[in-house]
T-cell receptor
Framework: DAKTTQPTSMDCAEGRAANLPCNHS???????VYWYRQIHSQGPQYIIH???NNETNEMASLIITEDRKSSTLILPHATLRDTAVYYC???????????????FGRGTQLTVWP | NAGVTQTPKFQVLKTGQSMTLQCAQD?????MSWYRQDPGMGLRLIHY???????DQGEVPNGYNVSRSTTEDFPLRLLSAAPSQTSVYFC?????????????FGPGTRLTVT
């Protein structure tokens, strides 16, 4: 699996957009980019995923560069409840036995302040 | 649906004791996984299962056993607890096939081994 690099921590003012970067320069053509977050002491929560097109859902947007070597998770209007550790994970999709293996790094601690 | 449930929420063991952490899901998911999370660290995969009767090792399997006799349950057994196994344990599940990108996590079991 490709390795990802994320900043250790970031801050964002409430109501502003939070842009969380992720580098994955060794990503392969069949590997997806997944984002999860973990609010203090809780289990991680899925946010969004993508392969090469930009994606948007009710929680966030995912922008993947054309060369796919980096991506940005965007929370358009951050709230205090978005304070969490955000994990960027790169993983190949396959229908076989390895699908359950999501490897989490240390992630980015996002702090949203009032 | 209750989602993914884990019991107990908290547990204190003495070195050398054995115990089983319980995990159950009521979403008929094929895939289930166990992770551990140490302070300030990301999640590390212990064992996972792609269906009843099928299990495999993750990154840190030593000292743990799993079995999957039903779709719903995926218990994690600590054979002889050691202080190094003090951690928060998360169970996760996901459906199979094309929509299996999203893992659902339980609330965690906080284990202390003295």
């Amino acid at each position: 699996d490709a390795k990802t690099t994320q900043p250790t921590s970031m801050d964002c003012a409430e109501g502003r957009a939070a842009n969380l970067p992720c580098n994955h320069s060794t990503i392969s053509g069949n590997e997806y980019v997944y984002w999860y977050r973990q609010i203090h002491s809780q289990g991680p929560q899925y946010i969004i995923h993508g392969l090469k097109n930009n994606e948007t859902n009710e929680m966030a947007s995912l922008i993947i560069t054309e060369d796919r070597k980096s991506s940005t998770l965007i929370l358009p209007h951050a709230t205090l409840r978005d304070t969490a550790v955000y994990y960027c994970i790169v993983r190949a999709y396959d229908r076989g036995s390895t699908l359950g293996r999501l490897y989490f790094g240390r992630g980015t601690q996002l702090t949203v302040w009032p | 649906n209750a989602g993914v449930t884990q019991t107990p929420k908290f547990q204190v063991l003495k070195t050398g004791q054995s115990m089983t952490l319980q995990c159950a899901q009521d979403m008929n998911h094929e895939y289930m996984s166990w992770y551990r999370q140490d302070p300030g660290m990301g999640l590390r995969l212990i064992h996972y299962s792609v269906g009843a009767g099928i299990t495999d090792q993750g990154e840190v399997p030593n000292g743990y056993n799993v079995s999957r006799s039903t779709t719903e349950d995926f218990p994690l057994r600590l054979l002889s607890a050691a202080p190094s196994q003090t951690s928060v344990y998360f169970c996760a599940s996901s459906i199979g096939g094309a929509s299996s990108y999203e893992q659902y996590f339980g609330p965690g079991t906080r284990l202390t081994v003295t």
